[in-house]
């Protein structure tokens, strides 16, 4: 070894071992180190516990969910319990969903996690969900809660007890007391439901409520025992209800009631107008009135009602026995109507303004206290309408119209209820046009009243039969017992108390009474008869019939006289004579009957009181009487039935004439007897004797 590296190791070890003493001069005398400090568990059965754990669930290399803790333990079975813990689902039927808690409780094969303690479940679109205890399910990403829970996005709420939510399908399924409230956007609430149990679908955009529904729309009250609400896409408005099963609506600004077996109520995409409601199985339906009056009610088996944005109704249909109610309104009577269906239309702003009834319809109308409704049925009806009331009604097809003791019938009627009036026309398998009541029976081709009366038209092949009553009286030359048949082209009829007035080819007979002219008039009121236009009569009375004919024929009651003459201005019962411009008929009056055959100007036949025979005839100007071998003419003739007394006067011009065979008489005054060959002329009596002619006379001409 050389020199220096022996000296270099001594070097090095010297200094060795002062580095050693200082050292140890520095550190000292070693002190024994006390026992380390463990940490405080929170549960001395867990086998490990941790802070701030993560654990992703993945399946299929797709992440499901991840669970976030503040802290975690784990025990020998494999299950943990979490604090603070947060669950991330992504994706999940298309949204993300967290939810957290206190405290979680997992299985070792984390399938089933159990959450308490404020648990809140939240989407990504704002919904949540609170409870205060849930279960976790990985198998189908299911949220349950045993207890009481509530809900909400945006101006939707809710509340319930037992809830599960699929977050794959976004449903949320309540099991008790569930409640769910949408507001506006001042908070105040819009509709309230509750229901034993309740189903919100939030990708269908539905809620569903079973057992006990009930549902608060303003002032409006929902009920049924099955409901359906579909929501808007943001699930912010109620745009449809569904109400399933006794079903009933009441209160509101629109309606007073509703009910069905099931309701259906469809509103604008904001919820807040009534578009349309739909009621099946056994419908009613009262609106909303003005004051203390009614509104218009509906049933029927199904009933559909469509609403304008200002809430006027503006159209309605309903199906299976249907009832349709307007209110009476000031100056319009109550009126309800009854048929199989019915459809109507409306305008915004004036609600319904036409209906149409079809099969089996019956049209009511009340009538004033004291008095029966009018009736009317058909096979259809079309009605007018303004603010409810019936303005305008055409019936259809075997109509049959009823106004206390007035019946009518036709194939087609026109009823105008402001004015009463009602036009009938049209032959059916029921027949032409007819009307009847105590007093008159009318048939014709077309028919026009007016009920206050009533005052009645016909034309066209008119036929009727009057009868006496005690607001009318018929003329005392008929028997007033039995009917009297009257035709004509036309007919004005003013009422049992009024005239009657037959016009065209006018024939009016009882038994073997008749009379017929252009025109008969017959007064009610006074038992008047007047018949004008080639008048003739056929009466028959106790001592026979007699035959008559003259320009105007006309029967004074009270004086119980029967006039055969010309026309007059106006009548004895101060009825004017038929108007239309057409010049008078002219012509002599002639009368044929026991007492002979008579002609004149005018003649009289004044008729025994309360006795069907002949007391007193009267002719004027003119005068010829033929009664059987003997003719007498003269100026006026004045016959006494009871004698059978004739008594003839003349002028100075025109002096009484009898002529008997080959004899004439003449004089100023000329009385002769019907059965007895005795005269007396100018007050001188004669006795007519027979002359005797070698040769036949010659025969009076006629």
């Given at each position: 070894?050389?020199?220096?590296?022996?000296?270099?190791?001594?070097?090095?070890?010297?200094?060795?071992?002062?580095?050693?003493?200082?050292?140890?001069?520095?550190?000292?005398?070693?002190?024994?180190?006390?026992?380390?400090?463990?940490?405080?568990r929170?549960?001395?059965?867990?086998?490990?516990?941790?802070?701030?754990?993560?654990?992703?669930?993945?399946?299929?290399a797709?992440?499901?969910?991840?669970?976030?803790?503040?802290?975690?333990?784990?025990?020998?079975?494999g299950?943990?319990?979490?604090f603070?813990?947060?669950?991330e689902?992504?994706?999940?039927?298309?949204?993300?969903?967290?939810v957290?808690?206190?405290?979680?409780?997992?299985?070792?094969?984390?399938?089933?996690?159990?959450?308490?303690?404020?648990?809140?479940?939240?989407?990504?679109?704002?919904?949540?969900?609170?409870?205060?205890r849930?279960?976790?399910?990985?198998?189908?990403?299911?949220?349950?809660?045993?207890?009481?829970?509530?809900?909400?996005?945006?101006?939707?709420?809710?509340?319930?007890?037992?809830?599960?939510?699929?977050?794959?399908?976004?449903?949320?399924?309540?099991?008790?007391?569930?409640?769910?409230?949408?507001?506006?956007?001042?908070?105040?609430?819009?509709?309230?439901?509750?229901?034993?149990?309740?189903?919100?679908?939030?990708?269908?955009?539905?809620?569903?409520?079973?057992?006990?529904?009930?549902?608060?729309?303003?002032?409006?009250?929902?009920?049924?025992?099955?409901?359906?609400?579909?929501?808007s896409?943001?699930?912010?408005?109620?745009?449809?209800?569904?109400?399933?099963?006794?079903?009933?609506?009441?209160g509101?600004?629109?309606?007073?009631?509703?009910?069905?077996?099931?309701?259906?109520?469809?509103?604008?995409?904001?919820?807040?107008?009534?578009?349309?409601v739909?009621?099946?199985?056994?419908?009613?339906?009262?609106?909303?009135?003005?004051?203390?009056?009614?509104?218009?009610?509906?049933?029927g088996g199904?009933?559909?009602?469509?609403?304008?944005?200002?809430?006027?109704?503006?159209?309605?249909?309903?199906?299976?026995?249907?009832?349709?109610?307007?209110?009476?309104?000031?100056?319009?009577?109550?009126?309800?109507?009854?048929?199989?269906?019915?459809d109507?239309?409306?305008?915004?702003?004036?609600?319904?303004?036409?209906?149409?009834?079809?099969?089996?319809?019956?049209?009511?109308?009340?009538?004033?206290?004291?008095?029966?409704?009018?009736?009317?049925?058909?096979?259809?009806?079309?009605?007018?309408?303004?603010?409810?009331?019936?303005?305008?009604?055409?019936?259809?097809?075997?109509?049959?119209?009823?106004?206390?003791?007035?019946?009518?019938?036709?194939?087609?009627?026109?009823?105008?209820?402001?004015?009463?009036?009602?036009?009938?026309?049209?032959?059916?398998?029921?027949?032409?046009?007819?009307?009847?009541?105590a007093?008159?029976?009318?048939?014709?081709?077309?028919?026009?009243?007016?009920?206050?009366?009533?005052?009645?038209?016909?034309?066209?092949?008119?036929?009727?039969?009057?009868?006496a009553?005690?607001s009318?009286?018929?003329?005392?030359?008929?028997?007033?017992?039995?009917?009297?048949?009257?035709?004509?082209?036309a007919?004005?009829?003013?009422?049992?108390?009024?005239?009657?007035?037959?016009?065209?080819?006018?024939?009016?007979?009882?038994?073997?009474?008749?009379?017929?002219?252009?025109?008969?008039?017959?007064?009610?009121?006074?038992?008047?008869?007047?018949?004008?236009?080639?008048?003739?009569?056929?009466?028959v009375?106790?001592?026979?019939?007699?035959?008559?004919?003259?320009?105007?024929?006309?029967?004074?009651?009270?004086?119980?006289?029967?006039?055969?003459?010309?026309?007059?201005?106006?009548?004895?019962?101060?009825?004017a004579?038929?108007?239309?411009g057409a010049?008078a008929?002219?012509?002599?009056?002639?009368?044929?009957g026991?007492?002979?055959?008579?002609?004149?100007?005018?003649?009289?036949?004044?008729?025994?009181?309360?006795?069907?025979?002949?007391?007193?005839?009267?002719?004027?100007?003119?005068v010829?009487?033929?009664?059987?071998?003997?003719?007498?003419?003269?100026?006026?003739?004045?016959?006494?039935?009871?004698?059978?007394?004739?008594?003839?006067?003349?002028?100075?011009?025109?002096?009484?004439?009898?002529?008997?065979?080959?004899?004439?008489?003449?004089?100023?005054?000329?009385?002769?007897?019907?059965?007895?060959?005795?005269?007396?002329?100018?007050?001188?009596?004669?006795?007519?004797?027979?002359?005797?002619?070698?040769?036949?006379?010659?025969?009076?001409?006629r």
């Amino acid at each position: 070894m050389a020199r220096w590296q022996k000296r270099a190791r001594i070097g090095v070890g010297l200094f060795g071992i002062a580095f050693a003493i200082a050292v140890y001069a520095a550190i000292g005398e070693r002190r024994t180190a006390g026992p380390v400090e463990r940490p405080a568990r929170l549960d001395p059965r867990a086998i490990l516990e941790s802070a701030g754990a993560v654990l992703q669930q993945f399946r299929e290399a797709k992440k499901d969910y991840v669970v976030k803790a503040e802290r975690q333990l784990r025990y020998e079975d494999g299950t943990t319990k979490s604090f603070g813990v947060t669950i991330e689902v992504r994706n999940r039927g298309g949204r993300d969903f967290v939810v957290s808690g206190r405290e979680m409780q997992a299985d070792e094969e984390r399938k089933v996690l159990e959450i308490t303690g404020g648990v809140r479940l939240t989407a990504n679109d704002g919904f949540t969900v609170t409870a205060e205890r849930a279960t976790f399910s990985d198998a189908d990403a299911r949220v349950a809660a045993p207890g009481a829970v509530s809900f909400g996005k945006g101006r939707m709420s809710g509340s319930g007890v037992g809830m599960t939510y699929n977050q794959t399908s976004d449903v949320l399924s309540l099991a008790g007391e569930a409640r769910v409230t949408i507001t506006d956007e001042t908070g105040n609430p819009v509709t309230e439901f509750s229901a034993a149990t309740a189903v919100l679908s939030r990708q269908e955009n539905y809620l569903a409520l079973d057992g006990g529904v009930r549902a608060l729309r303003h002032q409006q009250v929902l009920e049924a025992d099955r409901g359906v609400a579909r929501l808007s896409e943001d699930d912010q408005f109620i745009t449809f209800i569904e109400l399933r099963g006794n079903a009933r609506v009441s209160g509101g600004d629109t309606f007073d009631a509703m009910s069905a077996r099931d309701i259906d109520l469809d509103y604008t995409e904001d919820g807040a107008t009534l578009e349309r409601v739909a009621l099946r199985g056994s419908g009613g339906i009262a609106m909303r009135g003005e004051g203390e009056v009614s509104g218009r009610q509906f049933a029927g088996g199904s009933l559909d009602l469509t609403f304008a944005p200002d809430a006027s109704l503006t159209g309605a249909a309903g199906r299976g026995n249907v009832r349709v109610d307007l209110p009476a309104r000031a100056g319009s009577a109550a009126r309800s109507v009854r048929s199989q269906s019915f459809d109507a239309l409306g305008e915004a702003g004036k609600g319904l303004t036409s209906a149409r009834f079809s099969d089996a319809v019956e049209y009511r109308e009340d009538a004033p206290a004291g008095r029966p409704a009018r009736l009317a049925r058909s096979n259809t009806l079309r009605i007018a309408l303004a603010d409810d009331a019936v303005t305008h009604a055409a019936f259809a097809g075997r109509v049959r119209f009823q106004d206390g003791a007035l019946q009518a019938s036709a194939a087609a009627a026109e009823y105008e209820p402001v004015t009463g009036t009602l036009r009938l026309a049209g032959v059916d398998e029921g027949g032409g046009p007819r009307v009847a009541d105590a007093q008159i029976q009318i048939e014709a081709e077309a028919i026009h009243v007016t009920l206050e009366g009533p005052r009645m038209s016909a034309t066209g092949t008119v036929k009727t039969v009057l009868q006496a009553g005690t607001s009318g009286r018929m003329p005392g030359l008929l028997e007033q017992g039995n009917p009297v048949n009257v035709n004509a082209g036309a007919l004005q009829y003013q009422g049992p108390a009024g005239t009657a007035v037959y016009a065209g080819s006018a024939t009016l007979w009882q038994g073997e009474t008749a009379v017929r002219g252009d025109v008969i008039t017959i007064d009610r009121s006074r038992g008047d008869l007047i018949v004008s236009g080639s008048a003739r009569s056929n009466l028959v009375l106790d001592a026979g019939a007699s035959v008559g004919r003259a320009p105007e024929i006309r029967y004074d009651d009270a004086a119980r006289r029967m006039t055969y003459g010309p026309p007059a201005p106006t009548s004895a019962a101060g009825i004017a004579s038929p108007p239309g411009g057409a010049p008078a008929p002219t012509g002599a009056a002639q009368l044929s009957g026991p007492q002979g055959d008579l002609r004149a100007i005018r003649i009289d036949v004044l008729l025994a009181p309360g006795a069907s025979r002949i007391e007193r005839l009267e002719a004027y100007t003119d005068v010829t009487i033929r009664l059987d071998r003997r003719v007498a003419t003269g100026d006026r003739l004045t016959y006494h039935a009871d004698e059978e007394r004739y008594v003839m006067t003349g002028i100075a011009t025109v002096p009484v004439k009898i002529v008997e065979e080959c004899r004439e008489t003449i004089g100023r005054t000329v009385v002769f007897f019907k059965s007895a060959d005795r005269v007396i002329v100018d007050g001188n009596e004669e006795v007519r004797t027979q002359s005797s002619r070698s040769g036949p006379c010659q025969a009076p001409p006629r």
